[in-house]
């Protein structure tokens, strides 16, 4: 495990995600995980798994869309060049829903482990807040 506190962008990343955010509407916002995951790998210079996976449409979002789009076999391949940034990014299980997982997990033997999980992005005294959208969106 290695815990990064501040990834300071190179130019490149940060001309690049400018350029997807105000050109192509690809994100939310200029600024986000997405640059810094991009820098990280390529300061290591190493693959980096991510764990974004399939996501009902209704509630997709911008980036799932066009990724959804570009992605081959986990790979980003695109002719832009400002998607060169994610080029050591796999995308593993993006085709995967959460009831997917859940049944690989099951059909493995490690289900369980799964049910001593949480996901939340405003935990309050360590536990789950049960109102943010990871809360909600749980399937277990």
């Known amino acids: 495990l290695i815990n990064f506190e ?7 990343v940060n001309n690049s995600m400018k350029s997807l955010y105000y050109n192509y509407d690809v994100f939310t916002r200029p600024f986000n995980q997405y640059g810094s995951l991009a820098q990280v790998s390529l300061n290591l210079g190493d693959p980096v798994d991510l764990g974004y996976h399939w996501e009902d449409s209704n509630n997709s979002t911008k980036l799932y869309k066009t990724l959804h789009k570009i992605v081959n076999n986990g790979k980003i391949k695109s002719p832009m060049k400002e998607y060169d940034i994610f080029k050591n990014l796999r995308f593993s299980i993006i085709n995967f829903s959460k009831e997917d997982m859940l049944q690989y997990a099951n059909d493995h033997n490690f289900g369980n482990i799964l049910h001593n999980t949480w996901s939340c992005w ?19």
Do not use: H, Q
């Open 6 to 12: 501040n990834v300071p962008l190179s130019n490149t």
């Open 122 to 140: 405003y935990p309050k005294d360590g536990k789950p807040c049960g109102k943010c959208a990871m809360c909600k969106e749980r399937i277990i």
